[in-house]
């Protein structure tokens, strides 16, 4: 049903958004003869029937015959996107299914799109997951949802050991995503990152006897949504997500929906293409070498050659270096006091001994001799 959502403060509203929603029947948790299930060594999925459509994907880890809560998605996609001028925020809630052996595909039709959504068991271990939306005309699309795994719903809540977002997060024990103990605000901000300050695109949470992640090969056109705890929803879980469309072209960093719509058309396809991870008694330093055995190595071509990156970073060290001090502050904006660091000294100089760059040289033996 459709609902308005009021942001207030001291009783005054600030903001206001329909948006849709579609409750799962009070007895989610209870297997039921009209739920579909797919099952593998390690991993169970049960796709949840409320009413004529499917509401919820529940995810489950297996040792021998006990099962595990560990994951739900719910619901099972999104489509935000302007019609005649006013944003419409629908959830789509598939009411066509096939099973196929290690294979579930879910379908929905409206006037406007296509929607199609697989799951398959590839290994005991993980499950390939694809999203496709195929729009019958013209559609200004604000955000169009992948899977958004709560992770630790209704079982461990936000307990977890540690939680690892490469390039971004690595969280322990009770450490909040996007704290202020490495970077300030608003720089901490990291709910909805741009996608080249991702190193590995894969997210993972640890939880007791379970590494539950996400995992995906295209580390530019999609979005990605991290939140341990949950924080962004108020919810009693860790959130992990991927949608459509990119950060920064159309939707800002941080920003759950496009600040310029993503204009389809009749023909046109969108995909989100993922893996959902699920391994028994693994930990957070299992993420990286998993991505790594399931797409093979990363792209490390570089945006520019060896000398150009010496270039740069000299110019790093020109921006933080205090000539009164005769030293360099630890990052910038901050208030960091400037130091001789004796690394920076070393690495300066080499800048020298292969590029003769004079201001590489006098940074060095300023600091140098302020040390002797």
Same mark, same amino acid.
């Given at each position: 049903?459709?609902?308005?959502?009021?942001?207030?403060?001291?009783?005054?509203?600030?903001?206001? &958004?329909?948006?849709?929603?579609?409750?799962?029947?009070? /007895?989610?948790?209870?297997?039921?003869?009209?739920?579909? *299930?797919?099952?593998?060594? !390690?991993?169970?999925?049960?796709?949840?029937?409320?009413?004529?459509?499917?509401?919820?994907?529940?995810?489950?880890?297996?040792?021998?015959? &006990?099962?595990?809560?560990?994951?739900?998605?719910?619901?099972?996609?999104?489509?935000?996107?302007?019609?005649?001028?006013?944003?419409?925020?629908?959830?789509?809630? +598939?009411?066509? %299914? *096939? =099973?196929?052996? !290690?294979?579930?595909?879910?379908? #929905?039709?409206?006037?406007?799109?296509?929607?199609?959504?697989?799951?398959?068991?590839?290994?005991?271990?993980?499950? /390939?997951?694809?999203?496709?939306?195929?729009?019958?005309?013209? $559609?200004?699309?604000?955000?169009?949802?992948?899977?958004? =795994?709560?992770?630790?719903?209704?079982?461990?809540?936000?307990?977890?050991?540690?939680?690892?977002?490469?390039?971004?997060?690595?969280?322990?024990?009770?450490?909040?995503?996007?704290?202020?103990?490495?970077? $300030?605000?608003?720089?901490?901000?990291?709910?909805?990152? !741009?996608?080249?300050?991702?190193?590995?695109?894969?997210?993972?949470?640890?939880?007791?006897?379970?590494?539950?992640?996400?995992?995906?090969? /295209?580390?530019?056109?999609?979005?990605?949504?991290?939140?341990? +705890?949950?924080? #962004?929803?108020?919810?009693?879980?860790?959130?992990?997500?991927?949608?459509?469309?990119?950060?920064?072209?159309?939707?800002?960093?941080?920003?759950?929906?496009?600040?310029?719509?993503?204009?389809?058309?009749?023909?046109?396809?969108?995909?989100?293409?993922?893996?959902?991870?699920?391994?028994?008694?693994?930990?957070?330093?299992?993420?990286?070498?998993?991505?790594? %055995?399931?797409?093979?190595?990363?792209?490390?071509?570089?945006? &520019?050659?060896?000398?150009?990156?010496?270039?740069?970073?000299?110019?790093?060290? @020109? !921006?933080?270096?205090?000539? %009164?001090?005769?030293?360099?502050?630890?990052?910038? +904006?901050?208030?960091?006091?400037?130091?001789? #660091?004796? @690394?920076?000294?070393?690495?300066?100089?080499?800048?020298?001994?292969?590029?003769? /760059?004079?201001?590489?040289?006098?940074?060095?033996?300023?600091?140098?001799?302020?040390?002797?």
């Amino acid at each position: 049903y459709n609902t308005t959502v009021s942001i207030l403060s001291d009783n005054s509203i600030l903001a206001q &958004r329909n948006i849709s929603l579609f409750i799962a029947r009070d /007895d989610i948790m209870v297997s039921k003869s009209e739920d579909i *299930t797919l099952e593998g060594e !390690n991993i169970l999925v049960r796709f949840a029937r409320s009413g004529d459509s499917f509401s919820s994907v529940l995810f489950y880890g297996k040792t021998g015959d &006990r099962l595990t809560f560990l994951s739900v998605i719910h619901p099972i996609s999104r489509l935000i996107y302007i019609n005649k001028g006013k944003e419409v925020n629908e959830v789509i809630s +598939p009411n066509i %299914n *096939t =099973l196929e052996n !290690n294979k579930v595909v879910l379908k #929905y039709s409206s006037n406007l799109y296509d929607f199609q959504v697989t799951f398959k068991l590839s290994s005991k271990e993980t499950i /390939d997951v694809s999203y496709v939306l195929r729009p019958k005309e013209e $559609i200004k699309i604000l955000r169009f949802d992948g899977p958004w =795994l709560r992770i630790g719903e209704r079982s461990w809540g936000v307990t977890r050991k540690s939680a690892l977002f490469p390039g971004l997060e690595w969280l322990e024990g009770e450490e909040r995503s996007s704290n202020t103990l490495d970077v $300030i605000e608003p720089y901490n901000l990291r709910l909805v990152p !741009n996608p080249y300050k991702i190193t590995t695109p894969a997210i993972g949470i640890e939880l007791d006897k379970y590494l539950v992640g996400l995992l995906w090969k /295209d580390n530019t056109q999609l979005s990605t949504i991290f939140c341990s +705890p949950n924080w #962004y929803e108020g919810q009693d879980n860790h959130l992990v997500g991927l949608f459509l469309p990119s950060v920064s072209e159309f939707v800002k960093e941080n920003e759950t929906t496009a600040f310029v719509p993503y204009k389809t058309y009749k023909g046109e396809t969108l995909n989100i293409n993922s893996k959902i991870l699920v391994i028994p008694n693994g930990t957070v330093l299992d993420l990286v070498p998993k991505w790594l %055995n399931l797409y093979g190595s990363l792209d490390y071509s570089f945006p &520019r050659n060896y000398k150009e990156e010496i270039i740069l970073c000299r110019e790093g060290y @020109k !921006n933080i270096w205090d000539p %009164n001090v005769c030293g360099w502050k630890h990052a910038t +904006p901050g208030n960091w006091n400037a130091e001789r #660091y004796p @690394k920076d000294i070393f690495l300066l100089l080499l800048d020298y001994a292969l590029t003769k /760059d004079k201001d590489a040289l006098n940074m060095a033996n300023n600091a140098l001799a302020q040390l002797t």
